[in-house]
Every structure is written in structure tokens, then in C-alpha cells.
């Protein structure tokens, strides 16, 4: 049984020297990472949670009439303690998620998934918040407070708070079981993932890499303890960048196989979890009077049904799956002329080939004119500063979590402060693939607290001596993660449950999205795309051949991204005790019956790594499909862009105020349309993926 419901007294007083036990005395209330240790976790925690349960409690007791004050506000000032110990718990558990640390995780996921029950699935709480409900239009409340009302009252009501004392007790026994199965999944794939490195042993296997990819290898080696030895870590989605590098077409095989089994088998096998997490989805969804899972989810999000979510992808299946069967071709064309049947692991080189031959445009050849804090200093905060006319300050005097990660005191142009940037931008073994923002310190005027932003990237770790360098692709990755930053810096609201990036996770891939536009705009790519030992630029040529390439290749990205999103939504749209007996095989006749199955191109993710969806931290189940519902806003924007002049102080303005700043206290299409000026029309998006209705092509 584990700690928390042992029925054991939990002694809640947490002794000063705990350094969650006082708000952080240093700036902008950055966590004191020097001084938190692995043991202090747990009591705080403990501490937090207590605290918490008495504020409520005494919410609750309240004689008074329910008021948005009493109840609302009261409940958005409660579990200060808590938010603060799990903010840096589960930031640090992503990114340095030692062995100690994942073994904790997997108890205080279940613990903090029960804590909000306690809180949610409250019905005297609830018949309080659904008073100031009912009563919200008529008791004065601007519009920000009217949200922050409706947004507690769907946490309750989509949480199970209006159910029966039964259904009630039935939804916190899934939500702990899920929550325990989720941080199994995160800590198997991490696991597994490590494990399933490659490791080679010549360097001439390794024939096509860069100098320092090579280098890298041997290092990661080295610290694994094979010297002479060459490791290639693989990074999280199916499509390991090296792939379209290696000439070797043996230890290509090799990686691709170890990426697409990542997890599926022995010890680490997250496939029955990943089927018994979806059935318990599907029993919650109906207990709460969904359908499904995804109709639950769809509900909370701007799409609102999974009708609209269909709608959306249907407009992009078959014409993706035609464009990846013209790529295809071509590939199968030129891999038969080197006398090989194309496989998996040909498609991301000879589509390379192409890139190169016809675009002149070679993502890796590009790497010398993309050094790291070039690309930061020159391109993304550059691009920043054009746009919101912010500056980024070096603040060596703070110490972060980990060697590699850098602070940055972000200022207005007036010179006041916003917050603190924290860069931690280099792959290790501690920390989970792919790329993310999250917050340390969430803005809200409520408590005035600024906002504490860090990006995670996983970048491959120079070594000693040697500048990063990027490929194209991770410069992208840069700008988009920086997108998400801006909308935490920028948040300006009150009520932290909807302030900075607190908005539906079909909306909040928006911002990130834009974002990534700067990357290419000729003026900032001109200054920051310089080589870093020549000082040559990046000839104006190439600039002109990655925009032209930018087509080529839409068809495999729709289609791997097709695939993620529909696997996701088939998980999702189980209903309740429907039985899945293999994973695999679901996986596959999902994908055939969606109409996206293809043999060389497997999905983005599949189901034993599909992190977004069966990890809880991220919370993206049944919600994959936020990135393309997401792109349909980017594309339409990024019209308003060009069409407005490009990088204008003007136009960050109008961003920033109208959209970036109000987080989730108004409706999110709504701030969208106050800066395009029309509904979300999914025409851009369909050109720029190559997808144009053929009338449209035609003419
Ligand atoms: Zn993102």
C-alpha cells in the first residue's frame, strides 16, 4: 500500500530549513536550486497538501452565502506550498529525472492525482462553486472573472463533482490508477529509450555525420563507459535525424528498428499500459456522460466536438496520402537506380538526396551557419526585439538547475523587468525527449508574481571546446519554443488558473506556432545564419532555395503527423469495456482504417513512445490533433504578417496585447479574430502543406 492513503498519521509541519517551507527569497522568486535536494520533496509535499486541504475546509465552513470572493478567489489563493514544491518537482523530474527522481515520481503522481480529488470531487465545494455559477451574469463580474468562474466549474463537472457519492469514489480510483500507469509509461520509455542506444564500433559506420556528430558519439560513449566505442541516442519521435545522413545503410536499419521498438517489449513494455490507461479513459468518459474519451476531451478544448475535430482532419487525409505517394515515388525512383527497394529506413535519406539535389538545400550542410547563441542572440531574441522591443540580460549571479542551462532577465523597453528566461537548450540522459516551455513562477496579478519561463531543447552536446551547432530543423524547434515563452512572459492577468499559457491545448500550440515564421524571414535569417569560422553569410541563394524547398516533404510530414493524431484519437474513441487484446494490432488496423497506413512511413509516434498522450505531465490524450487544429490559426496569421509588413513593433503590439497577454480569461478564437479580422479559415494552411484543392492548382 503505498505512503499516502497507508492510513499512517503524516506529520505536516515542514521544519524551516526545508527549502519549500518560505517563498523563495530570490529573484522573481526563482526556486533555490542549490539548495533543494531529492528528500525534501516528499514532506513538502506532504506539508502542501494539508495546507491546502485546511484552506478548503475552511471554505467550505464559511457561514457566509457563496460569493466569487469567498469560494473562487479563496480557492485560486489556496495551496501556495503545493504549487510550489510540484512546479520545480515536476519541471526538474522532465528535465534532470535522475533515478531518484523518477522513482519518486511514480509515487507522487498518484498522490497528487488523489489530493485533487479530494479537492474536485468535494460536493460541498462543488454546490458552492455552482452557485457562484449559476449566479455569475448577475453578480456584477467583469469578463475575466466570469471565466475564471466557468473555468472552475468545468474543472469540477469534467472531473466528476455533480456525480453520486459511487461514481465519485469510482472516478478517484482510475484517476490514481491512471496517474500511477502514466509515470510507469514516462520512466519505461526513458528507460528503454537509453537502452536501445546504438552502439557502434567504427567510426566509419558513422560515414556521412558531421565531425562533431561523431564526436558527440564518441563522448556519449565514453561517459557510458566504451571508450573507443561511438553511441547515437535516439530522439523521440519515430524520425531519428541522423537517418537522412548515414550512408551506411545497415546501421541506418538498425536505427530506425530501435526507434520504432522503443518500449514495445520485455521489461519496459509500455503496450498494456498504454491499453489499460486508454479502457480506464473510456470507463471515466462514461461515468461522466460522454461517449468517449475524446468527445470528453474535445468538449473542453475551442473545437468543442469530435465532429469538428473530423471535419478539420478530413480536409487533409486524402490529399496528404497523395502527396506522400507522389514523394514516393520519386524516392523508389532514385533508391532502384542505386539498386535497393526502398524501406523505412531509405526514405529520410534519399529524401535528403532530393532536398539537396533539386533545392539545393542540405538541412546538416547548413549546421556551420547556425551556431546556438547566434541563432539566440541574433535571431530569436532579435526577432523579439523587433516585435515587442524587449532585451535580454545575462544574469550570471543565478544559479540554475543544472550547469548547462542559462538565465536571462528579460526587460521591457522601457527598461523594467517582465521576468526571467532560462535556457536549457542540450540533450542528457536525465531529461525526456523532444522539446518544451513550462513555467517555473506563472504570472498572475493576484499574488504578483512574475513569470519564470524555461525551454528545454535537446540539442546534442558539443564537445569540449566546439560551438553548438544546428540543423535546420532544431532552429525551428528554437523559435517555436521561444513562441511558447512569449505567451508566458507577456501573460497579464490576475487570476493565475487562467493566466499565461492556462488555455485550451488546441489553442496553446498557436503562439508557438507563429512564432517559428521569424526563422525565415530573410532580414532575421540574413543576421543570424552567419558562418561561424568564415563570418560568410548565408548566401541569399540558399535563403531563396530553403523557402522553395519548403514544399518538398510536406507529404511525409502531413502524413507522420496524420498518423499520430488519428492513432490518438482511435485510443481515444474506445468506449467503455471495449476490449483491446493487442496494441500492435489495434495500432495498425487504426491507422489502415483512418486511411493513413502506409508501409514506409509509420506514424510520428507510436503507441509504446507516444509520450504526449500517455504521459500525464503532458496531457495530450485525445488532444494530438491540437497541433494541426493549432496550424490552421498559425497559417492565417502568418498571412496577417506578410500582408501587414512583417516584424513591426506594430504588429507585436497588436499580437501581444490582444492575444499573448490575456491568457485564458476570454474566449481564445475570439482574441484570434480580434487580430486577424475574420473566423479561422483553413485555406493558408492547405497551401502551405501542398494541399490545395485542385481547382486551385489548376488556375
Ligand atoms: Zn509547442
Redesign the pocket.
Known amino acids: 500500500m503505498p505512503w499516502w492513503n497507508a492510513g499512517m498519521p503524516v506529520d505536516t509541519t515542514l521544519p524551516a530549513d526545508n527549502p519549500f517551507a518560505a517563498p523563495s527569497s530570490l529573484p522573481f522568486a526563482l526556486p533555490p536550486f542549490a539548495d533543494i535536494a531529492v528528500e525534501h520533496y516528499r514532506p513538502a509535499f506532504e506539508a502542501g497538501a494539508a495546507e491546502q486541504l485546511a484552506e478548503v475546509a475552511a471554505i467550505v465552513a464559511d457561514p457566509a452565502e457563496p460569493t466569487f470572493d469567498n469560494t473562487v478567489v479563496a480557492l485560486e489563493r489556496s495551496g501556495r506550498l503545493l504549487t510550489r514544491v510540484l512546479t520545480a518537482f515536476f519541471n526538474l523530474a522532465s528535465s534532470d529525472g535522475t533515478a531518484e527522481m523518477l522513482a519518486l515520481e511514480e509515487e507522487l503522481s498518484p498522490a497528487y492525482a488523489a489530493h485533487r480529488d479530494a479537492i474536485l470531487l468535494d460536493p460541498a465545494l462543488f454546490a458552492r462553486v455552482d452557485a457562484v455559477h449559476s449566479a455569475r451574469l448577475e453578480s456584477g463580474l467583469d469578463p475575466a472573472q466570469v471565466a475564471l468562474v466557468e473555468r472552475y466549474h468545468k474543472d469540477f463537472t469534467l472531473a466528476g463533482a455533480h456525480l453520486d457519492e459511487a461514481g465519485r469514489e469510482r472516478l478517484r480510483q482510475i484517476n490514481q490508477r491512471i496517474a500511477a500507469l502514466c509515470a510507469r509509461f514516462t520512466s519505461n520509455l526513458l528507460k528503454d529509450t537509453e537502452e536501445r542506444a546504438l552502439v557502434l564500433d567504427t567510426s566509419d559506420q558513422l560515414a556521412g555525420a558531421s565531425p562533431d556528430t561523431v564526436a558527440s558519439a564518441a563522448a556519449a560513449a565514453e561517459a557510458r563507459g566504451l571508450p573507443g566505442k561511438y553511441v547515437v541516442t535516439l530522439g523521440l519521435p519515430t524520425n531519428q535525424p541522423l537517418l537522412s545522413s548515414l550512408t551506411d545503410r545497415d546501421v541506418r536499419r538498425r536505427l530506425f528498428e530501435a526507434s520504432v521498438s522503443r518500449a514495445s517489449a520485455g521489461v519496459h513494455d509500455n503496450a498494456p499500459l498504454a491499453v489499460e490507461i486508454a479502457g480506464l479513459r473510456a470507463e471515466a468518459a462514461e461515468l461522466l456522460g460522454f461517449g468517449t474519451h475524446a468527445d470528453q476531451v474535445a468538449a473542453n478544448q475551442t473545437a468543442g466536438t469530435t465532429e469538428a475535430v473530423d471535419a478539420m482532419l478530413a480536409q487533409l487525409v486524402e490529399p496528404a496520402m497523395a502527396n506522400l505517394a507522389r514523394e514516393q515515388g520519386e524516392l523508389e525512383t532514385l533508391a532502384r537506380a542505386d539498386g535497393i527497394e526502398l524501406e523505412p529506413w531509405d526514405w529520410a535519406f534519399y529524401s535528403e538526396r532530393v532536398a539537396r539535389e533539386r533545392y539545393h538545400v542540405d538541412g546538416t550542410a547548413l549546421r556551420p551557419w547556425f551556431e546556438l547563441d547566434r541563432v539566440l542572440h541574433d535571431g530569436v531574441f532579435h526577432a523579439a526585439r523587433l516585435l515587442y522591443g524587449i532585451s535580454f540580460r545575462p544574469r550570471e549571479d543565478l544559479t540554475a538547475y543544472h550547469p548547462d542551462v542559462r538565465v536571462w532577465e528579460v526587460l521591457e523597453e522601457d527598461g523594467s523587468s517582465i521576468g526571467l528566461y532560462l535556457g536549457d537548450y542540450f540533450a542528457r540522459d536525465t531529461k525526456r525527449g523532444g522539446a518544451w516551455m513550462t513555467c517555473f513562477v506563472e504570472q498572475n496579478h493576484l499574488f504578483g508574481d512574475r513569470p519564470v519561463v524555461v525551454n528545454c531543447l535537446n540539442i546534442p552536446h558539443p564537445s569540449a571546446g566546439q560551438p553548438a551547432l544546428l540543423t535546420l530543423d532544431e532552429v525551428r524547434t528554437l523559435f517555436?519554443?521561444f513562441g511558447?515563452t512569449l505567451h508566458g512572459l507577456f501573460s497579464d492577468v490576475t487570476y493565475p488558473r487562467i493566466a499565461s499559457t492556462n488555455v485550451p491545448r488546441d489553442f496553446v500550440?498557436f503562439p508557438?506556432q507563429v512564432n517559428e515564421m521569424w526563422a525565415l524571414w530573410p532580414s532575421i535569417l540574413e543576421r543570424f545564419a552567419i558562418h561561424h569560422q568564415t563570418g560568410e553569410p548565408l548566401g541569399s541563394d540558399v535563403v531563396d532555395a530553403i523557402e522553395s524547398a519548403t514544399l518538398w516533404g510536406q507529404g511525409f510530414g502531413t502524413a507522420e503527423s496524420l498518423g499520430a493524431v488519428l492513432l490518438d484519437q482511435a485510443w481515444h474513441r474506445l468506449r467503455a469495456g471495449e476490449q483491446v487484446a493487442d496494441a500492435a494490432r489495434f495500432e495498425a488496423r487504426a491507422l489502415e482504417k483512418a486511411g493513413v497506413a502506409s508501409r514506409l512511413v509509420p506514424p510520428r509516434y507510436r503507441t509504446s513512445y507516444f509520450q504526449h498522450v500517455f504521459s500525464g505531465n503532458d496531457g495530450y490524450s485525445a488532444g494530438y490533433y491540437s497541433y494541426l487544429w493549432s496550424e490552421v490559426l498559425d497559417a492565417d496569421t502568418v498571412d496577417w504578417f506578410r500582408a501587414h509588413g512583417g516584424p513591426t513593433r506594430e504588429n507585436g503590439e497588436a499580437f501581444r496585447r490582444k492575444l499573448l497577454a490575456v491568457g485564458g480569461s476570454t474566449d481564445p478564437v475570439g482574441a484570434f479574430e480580434s487580430v486577424v479580422g475574420h473566423a479561422p479559415d483553413i485555406a493558408p494552411l492547405l497551401h502551405r502543406r501542398g494541399l490545395d484543392p485542385p481547382e486551385d492548382a489548376t488556375s
Open positions: 517555436h519554443e511558447h500550440e508557438s
